[in-house]
């Protein structure tokens, strides 16, 4: 148990893990700015829909906010909207292409701290998921590969053991997720009747197709219910058993596209599906980050060494 | 294998961020007053590093679904009704996050008002402002295939008066 152990913490991990998921937060929070810029003022100016004295009045975070930027550096309101979100999209952009991949994580999850703050009364899931993912940018060295920093040789005295630290953080948090939300789900009525995948269905704020016809069909819903409680609470333990590794990745990523297509949360369903190729595509599909051909291509542009297998690096 | 002091305390860092979250995952702030020091600096910590997130999402169950409609009233006399859709569909999504907090009572005057007030930013003619919600009820599947079907249901108005935003008209509860 304890070498297990050992192996599963310091043995090492093919390090592209990290890139993938550098790259693929920050091209999603770019993306996530991309939707929300026509409506920007609305969710996070003075005087959007909550305007910034009602939400710094009702704001127990002691996180920054924009209000805060605005008495600290004597400047505008609106400047201050405008000044972090520009450092917000310049923090992303250096974050993608691994450029100062920590100064630009740091700043990338400060600056969205600021705006979450905020905004935190409009903000939902997909917020949470951002949040906790800057902030692994932020912290680790998700610059080691893909990116601009590596090929300067900024990450080079990176030991493995970190690497591998870094990707079971990524991997085990999201465990926790999985299993926490599937047992609060387990606790109410409507997840074992499948209720609750017929209430989602048929709720005007998600509707996208008419679903009447599930009435008629219960089993179906009840079965989706059912099947969602299985692979959430069983998450931590399938994902990491080789026989059934393959099944839930995929199954995980289609209840998010249920979610997606389904209820409207197109961005909240990416970005987890997204979490999930990152932190564990590699282990479900050995050589997924680092055989394929446009990671071979892209190794060849940034210089990436192939990963030593099993063995430390340093 | 040799680990430099550096990096245990690194593996350290990184065991008491994921017992934080397994912590607060479980609901760890519900357990009792976060009044002391220590339970403050966790909060505080939990915060800024993403770790104090519960994540009951559509968790126990999913609830009746709270919607706002806006009555403007112009001042030659004619109303206009008006759904506050934004710009893309991720408004929505945002949007129905704040209508949560319209069905806590205490928070109810402050959030109404907010709303109100942006909505009278985009129709600088209008004079008063109705702000109603109402709540989809959603039949059972046993219900459905009786002939019951997805209803609105009113429950609360609050009207404002252009360059006063004060509550003119308020209607409680009309479960």
Not at chain 1, 16 to 45: H, Y
Not at chain 2, 77 to 82: R, S, T, W
């Amino acid at each position: 148990m304890i070498s297990r152990l050992r192996s599963y913490f310091f043995d090492a991990v093919p390090v592209e893990t990290l890139g993938v998921f550098r790259i693929g937060i920050a091209g999603f929070a770019i993306i996530q700015l991309a939707f929300l810029s026509p409506d920007w003022l609305l969710f996070f100016g003075p005087e959007g829909l909550i305007p910034w004295d009602v939400s710094e009045v009702l704001s127990t975070t002691h996180t920054p906010s924009l209000k805060d930027v605005t008495s600290l550096f004597f400047i505008s309101p609106y400047t201050s909207v405008y000044l972090v979100t520009i450092l917000y999209v310049f923090s992303l952009a250096g974050l993608l292409i691994g450029f100062w991949s920590r100064t630009m994580g740091i700043l990338a999850w400060l600056t969205h701290i600021t705006l979450n703050t905020t905004g935190h009364f409009s903000a939902y899931g997909v917020e949470t998921f951002t949040h906790i993912s800057l902030f692994y940018c932020a912290v680790l060295p998700v610059g080691a590969s893909l990116s601009l920093d590596h090929r300067r040789g900024k990450y080079n005295h990176v030991s493995s053991y970190l690497i591998t630290l870094s990707v079971r953080m990524l991997q085990l948090h999201l465990c926790i997720v999985y299993f926490s939300t599937g047992l609060e789900k387990a606790m109410g009525e409507q997840w074992w009747n499948g209720e609750a995948i017929w209430m989602a269905l048929q709720q005007d704020q998600f509707r996208q197709i008419d679903t009447g016809w599930l009435a008629r069909v219960p089993w179906l819903p009840q079965l989706l219910g059912l099947g969602t409680l299985l692979f959430e609470i069983a998450y931590p333990f399938a994902i990491h058993w080789s026989r059934t590794k393959k099944i839930w990745l995929c199954g995980i990523a289609g209840m998010h596209v249920f979610i997606a297509t389904f209820m409207g949360l197109y961005l909240f369903g990416g970005l987890m599906i997204l979490l999930n190729i990152a932190a564990f595509g590699e282990h479900v599909f050995p050589g997924i980050f680092s055989q394929n051909r446009l990671m071979t291509s892209l190794r060849a542009r940034l210089r990436v060494p192939t990963p030593l297998p099993d063995t430390y690096r340093d | 294998m040799l680990i430099p002091f550096r990096h245990k305390i690194l593996y350290g860092l990184a065991l008491i961020h994921l017992v934080m979250v397994m912590l607060f995952a479980s609901h760890f702030a519900e357990w009792g007053p976060m009044h002391n020091p220590v339970s403050r600096s966790f909060s505080t910590v939990g915060y800024y590093t993403g770790s104090n997130n519960i994540f009951s999402f559509f968790a126990p169950g999913l609830s009746d679904q709270p919607y706002v409609i806006y009555t403007i009233r112009y001042a030659d006399g004619h109303e206009e009704v008006f759904d506050f859709t934004g710009n893309s569909p991720e408004f929505t999504n945002r949007i129905n996050n704040i209508y949560g907090y319209l069905t806590i009572e205490e928070g109810r005057q402050v959030f109404s008002a907010s709303l109100a007030q942006a909505v009278m930013r985009q129709h600088e003619d209008a004079q008063k402002i109705r702000v109603a919600m109402v709540i989809q009820v959603i039949p059972s599947m046993t219900e459905y295939q009786e002939g019951q079907r997805s209803r609105w249901r009113f429950w609360f108005h609050q009207d404002f008066q252009k360059d006063s935003l004060v509550t003119v008209n308020q209607q409680p509860l009309g479960k």
